[in-house]
Nanobody, 124 residues
Framework: QVQLVESGGGLVQAGGSLRLSCAASGRTFSNYAMGWFLQAPGKEREFVARITRGTITYYTDSVKGRFTISRDNALNTVYLQMNSLTPEDTAVYYC??????????????????WGQGTQVTVSS
């Protein structure tokens, strides 16, 4: 079992930045690939970014060049740095853990463990 707790969400103006954190506890953090997903009101949960155990990163097209995923295995934490935010980025953001450590796996069903989410609201 892995427990995940997100933090860092909030209200920000368009063009601003936020850094989300996801703290993991339980099994060895470095054994997992980690992902970030978002869910806007009335929509399906969708992939944002992923970082493998080997720190290879993947992003959905809409956030490339604006968002950066990173991890600190010593702190059991994964981050999502979000820059140049727009109102379309408004959503609940979730982190997730995947026992398959390599490759691009952008589907909700690929991840075994999920946090409770943190709200990000971008005002225009």
């Amino acid at each position: 079992q892995v427990q995940l707790v997100e933090s860092g969400g909030g209200l920000v103006q368009a063009g601003g930045s936020l850094r989300l954190s996801c703290a993991a506890s339980g099994r060895t953090f470095s054994n997992y690939a980690m992902g970030w997903f978002l869910q806007a009101p009335g929509k399906e949960r969708e992939f944002v970014a992923r970082i493998t155990r080997g720190t290879i990163t993947y992003y959905t097209d809409s956030v490339k060049g604006r968002f950066t995923i990173s991890r600190d295995n010593a702190l059991n934490t994964v981050y999502l740095q979000m820059n140049s935010l727009t109102p379309e980025d408004t959503a609940v953001y979730y982190c997730a853990a995947d026992t398959l450590k390599y490759g691009n796996r952008p589907h909700v069903g690929d991840y075994e463990y999920w946090g409770q989410g943190t709200q990000v609201t971008v005002s225009s």
